[in-house]
């Protein structure tokens, strides 16, 4: 829905992962409200942005490892005692993340760190550069910590996710001397193919292959894909794209609230349960 309006449009000119993403939400019995056009074509801008930062991190040479022996470029980076990093004086966020993708090979974190990392990434290839800098000026990379501005929300329905959402494998009998392997975040790229700091581009079944490997000794508790979807405020983030404006922020939440659903906030992340 597009305002009050079913969309219907022609979108045989758009990238092919947009049309993927259009067209699975048409077909989908869930409706999925848009306050105009301009604001469906972001969401798919995002989250076309969010997948080419996810196969750009796999590319760029960046290590896993765990807090204890995270590194990063310390010409752009401070690392500090709990292994986050956080920007030096002078250097923009936008310098900044760059820097890890031109030169991942000086850097090494866990995967939650990872996703943030692509979420920022997908963020500043999808708004204007000074917007970014202003939002994130107090950026700190560490675990699943993220500025209020990125305004992450999170739902429950792995089975309606889409490109460019974080879903999440958990390995319930992890070993407890391999905790790193308690589960892995991850950035969906396609149908059932996944980005995984750590683990690569592979398929579902393949991430649960390779966290099952580091389990209790004699478990038989298979890890699994979680029902949890987390995706940025598309409609918030919106108003900050070039020659964008008139957002209503608000307007998609008042929308599912009026048709039963429930929305809250906890901390920096936003809930809606059906």
């Known amino acids: 829905m597009i305002g009050d309006q079913e969309a219907v449009l022609e979108v045989g000119t758009w990238p092919p ?7 699975s939400k048409k077909n989908s019995p869930t409706v999925y409200r848009y306050e105009s056009l301009e604001h469906l074509k972001f969401e798919l801008k995002l989250r076309n942005a969010i997948v080419e ?8 040479g960046v290590q896993f490892e765990t807090f204890e022996h995270s590194h ?3 010409q752009f980076w401070n690392l500090n005692s709990k292994g986050g990093f956080e920007l030096k004086q002078g250097v923009t966020p936008a310098e900044g993340i760059r820097d890890i993708f031109a030169n991942g090979s000086l850097y090494g974190f866990e995967c939650a760190t990872a996703i943030v990392i692509v979420l920022y990434k997908g963020v500043l290839d999808s708004i204007q550069e000074k917007d970014f800098n202003r939002m994130f000026a ?6 699943w910590h ?3 501005d990125l305004r992450l929300i999170e739902k429950h329905g792995a089975p309606q996710s889409f490109p460019g959402d974080v879903l999440y494998f958990k390995n319930p009998d992890v070993n407890p001397e391999q905790i790193e392997w308690q589960g892995e975040n991850t950035i969906k790229l396609e149908e059932d193919l996944y980005y995984g700091h ?3 581009i592979v398929t579902s079944q393949a991430i649960i292959s390779k966290l099952n490997r580091h389990r209790i000794p004699g478990s038989e ?14 409609l918030y983030l919106s108003q900050f794209e070039a020659g964008n404006s008139g957002i209503h922020p608000d307007a998609v939440q008042q929308a599912f609230m009026s048709e039963g659903g429930i929305a809250s906030q906890i901390g920096r992340r936003r809930y809606l349960f059906s």
């Open 198 to 200: 750590g683990i690569g």
């Open 221 to 234: 508790v298979s890890a699994y894909l979680t029902d949890q979807v987390i995706y940025p405020d598309f």
């Open 53 to 60: 930062a996810a196969k750009a991190l796999k590319r760029s």
């Open 72 to 74: 990063c470029n310390e």
């Open 146 to 148: 993220y500025d209020s």
């Open 138 to 143: 107090d950026l700190l990379l560490y675990d």
């Open 17 to 23: 992962l947009w049309q993927k993403i259009y067209l």
